[in-house]
């Protein structure tokens, strides 16, 4: 079977050897990456997708399904690894009455939406056969608010590239780091801190930050690009990934890439960081908002290093094991296999 494939994050010359398609082993499907004719932004610096980003998501879709219009040879099935592109390639399934099976992986919302945009989120994403969540939690939220069935939702891990540490940790100006701006708690972060007076750098949208008291020991920065985050990444003495929600996954990308550089973690207890963080092993959970929690933990991390060596060794080893492309290959080809099956047995009723 082909499959169309629509990521934000190949504009031109993109493959999808390069992505988790690639690590299947032996390769059974073949896989054609769909350009995206916009700039992806990462770390979803933004507080609302726009109606000029809504039409960019939209034209994605359509060119994906344009493209597999050409495809003669054998059936096409599509995967989505970005919630607004399963939006849209629901929405013209649902509309053409297409039976293309879509695989939405990379399912993770910020937040659930009532109104109008509730509405037209549940009358696309009905058009979905199967949906890939990276928390637990979400499988019973995304059922519950698109009325549909639990087993249409599957938990894999998140997955990012395999990375390689590079610089070590800045031993002669050393910092705390926070990096990201989806669901972030940083008012927590800043009253956690001010007594410890760390040097620090938040990496945040402007909205993110909006209203709060930044001490003199807090930097504000945005606008950096990936290299620029990793490389603070990297010479940071303590990673702090503050998180207020507790409905779906935030934070994911930003925690697992500290994990990758084998990086001492100090993370909120939600759903984008029980499935992935052991307590007291891989990095420290604090409860969410926990002001005391977060102080101390921040603190035990700065004065031993020891423990953030210990820590952040583990933290690199599980994360290569659990967290790469090449690890949840497995469950892509799994889940594509299912999808096959089912197209399979349609046309034998047809």
Same mark, same amino acid.
């Given at each position: 079977?082909? !499959?169309?494939?629509?990521?934000? !994050?190949?504009?031109?010359?993109?493959?999808?050897?390069?992505?988790?398609? +690639?690590?299947?082993?032996?390769?059974?499907?073949?896989?054609?990456?769909?350009?995206?004719?916009?700039?992806?932004?990462?770390?979803?610096?933004?507080?609302?997708?726009?109606?000029?980003?809504?039409?960019?998501?939209?034209?994605?879709?359509? !060119?994906?399904?344009?493209?597999?219009?050409?495809?003669?040879?054998?059936?096409?099935?599509?995967?989505?690894?970005?919630?607004?592109?399963?939006?849209?390639?629901?929405?013209?399934?649902?509309?053409?009455?297409?039976?293309?099976?879509?695989?939405?992986?990379?399912?993770?919302? +910020?937040?659930?939406?009532?109104?109008?945009?509730?509405?037209?989120?549940?009358?696309?994403?009905?058009?979905?056969?199967?949906?890939?969540?990276?928390?637990?939690?979400?499988?019973?939220?995304?059922?519950?608010?698109?009325?549909?069935?639990?087993?249409?939702?599957?938990?894999?891990?998140?997955?990012?590239?395999?990375?390689?540490?590079?610089?070590?940790?800045?031993?002669?100006?050393?910092?705390?780091?926070?990096?990201?701006?989806?669901?972030?708690?940083?008012?927590?972060? /800043?009253?956690?801190?001010?007594?410890?007076?760390?040097?620090?750098?938040?990496?945040?949208?402007?909205?993110?930050?909006?209203?709060?008291?930044?001490?003199?020991?807090?930097?504000?920065?945005?606008?950096?690009? /990936?290299?620029?985050?990793?490389?603070?990444?990297?010479?940071?003495?303590?990673?702090?990934?503050?998180?207020?929600?507790?409905?779906?996954?935030? +934070?994911?990308?930003?925690?697992?890439?500290?994990?990758?550089?084998?990086?001492?973690?100090?993370?909120?207890?939600?759903?984008?960081?029980?499935?992935?963080?052991?307590?007291?092993?891989?990095?420290?959970?604090?409860?969410?908002?926990?002001?005391?929690?977060?102080?101390?933990? /921040?603190?035990?991390?700065?004065?031993?290093?020891?423990?953030?060596?210990?820590?952040?060794?583990?933290?690199?080893?599980?994360?290569?094991?659990?967290?790469?492309?090449?690890?949840?290959?497995?469950?892509?080809?799994?889940?594509?296999?299912?999808?096959?099956?089912?197209?399979?047995?349609?046309?034998?009723?047809?």
């Amino acid at each position: 079977m082909h !499959w169309k494939v629509l990521t934000p !994050w190949w504009n031109s010359g993109g493959s999808a050897d390069d992505w988790i398609p +690639g690590q299947i082993s032996p390769p059974t499907q073949h896989f054609d990456v769909v350009p995206a004719p916009y700039i992806h932004d990462p770390y979803r610096s933004r507080k609302n997708t726009s109606t000029k980003q809504w039409c960019d998501y939209l034209l994605h879709a359509l !060119w994906g399904w344009l493209t597999a219009l050409r495809v003669r040879e054998e059936p096409v099935g599509f995967v989505t690894a970005f919630p607004q592109l399963a939006v849209t390639v629901g929405l013209i399934k649902r509309v053409s009455r297409s039976r293309a099976p879509v695989l939405a992986w990379c399912y993770n919302m +910020g937040k659930t939406y009532e109104g109008l945009k509730g509405r037209l989120a549940r009358f696309s994403l009905r058009g979905i056969d199967l949906f890939v969540v990276h928390s637990r939690k979400e499988i019973q939220t995304y059922s519950e608010w698109l009325g549909l069935p639990p087993d249409r939702f599957v938990f894999v891990p998140l997955s990012v590239a395999l990375i390689e540490r590079t610089k070590p940790e800045d031993e002669d100006n050393p910092f705390v780091l926070a990096m990201g701006t989806a669901n972030r708690d940083y008012r927590s972060l /800043i009253d956690a801190l001010e007594p410890l007076e760390y040097p620090t750098i938040i990496v945040a949208g402007e909205h993110a930050m909006a209203g709060l008291h930044v001490p003199k020991n807090v930097q504000i920065r945005s606008g950096l690009t /990936i290299h620029e985050c990793h490389d603070l990444c990297e010479r940071a003495r303590v990673n702090v990934i503050p998180v207020r929600n507790q409905t779906t996954a935030s +934070g994911q990308v930003t925690l697992l890439e500290a994990m990758m550089f084998g990086k001492a973690i100090v993370a909120s207890r939600c759903p984008g960081t029980e499935d992935y963080v052991q307590d007291g092993v891989t990095g420290v959970l604090f409860p969410p908002g926990d002001i005391v929690a977060l102080r101390e933990a /921040i603190r035990a991390l700065w004065t031993d290093s020891a423990l953030r060596q210990r820590l952040g060794s583990a933290a690199r080893e599980y994360a290569v094991y659990n967290f790469t492309f090449r690890s949840v290959a497995p469950h892509m080809a799994d889940l594509i296999g299912r999808l096959e099956a089912g197209a399979r047995a349609g046309r034998k009723r047809d």
